[in-house]
Structures are given as structure tokens and as C-alpha cells.
């Protein structure tokens, strides 16, 4: 008689566990916020790509007007005379613009992502304090 009333009282704890609020049963069917990405990774290339985009820049603008310190980046073996050197520094060029550019579209993305979840997950109260 008194096993009874303990296995009753056991899997009537078990029950009152299983109905708390801290346990997620998944479903076989995931949704997108198992595979968000984190904020301080998004910062982070936010960053890198703020970063890129300044140190490419500059390297553009020093191709451009044909830095003689940068002529070690240059194929010495395709460049038999002037035109060929113009033509590789010009090519460097558009190499590192296209760079920045991408640079450019992955800081927007990791920007506006940002901005989203901070005005979307948040309520406004807690965004706004007097």
C-alpha cells in the first residue's frame, strides 16, 4: 500500500516537471530562429568590413596614382613597357572598388539586420528611456 502511494506521488512530481514552462519540446519541423545568428558576430563583421573598407580604399587610391611601393603586387613578367604597367595598376584598381564595394553591401546587410532586431524584438519601452 505505501509503494503505491509513492509511485503515485513519484510520477505525479515527474508530471508537475514535464509541465513546467522551462521545458521546449521541438518540433520536427525547425523554424528560423533555431538558426539566427548572433548579434555580437554581426557586430564583429560590422566592424572587419568598416575596417575593409577604409584599408581598401586607400590601396585603390594609392594604385590609381601609380605608388611606386606597390609595383612588387604587379606581375613583372606580363609588363614590357608603360601601357602594360598602366594596364595592371588600373586592373589592381578595379579589384580593390569591387572589394570595398562588397565590403560596402556586407555592412549594410549586417547594419540593417541589426537595426531590425533591435527595433522588432524589443518593445519600445525598453529601446526609449527617459
Known sequence: MNLDKRN????KSILSILQSTD???KSPISTIDDYTIPSVVLVILSILSLWAIGFYSILAICYYIHSGILIEDLQISLIHN???LSKQYSQLTYHCCFSVILYSILFLLCFLILNYRKYNYLPRSDIIKP
Open 8 to 11: 503515485s506521488y513519484t510520477s
Open 23 to 25: 521545458v521546449h519540446i
Open 82 to 84: 608603360e601601357n602594360d
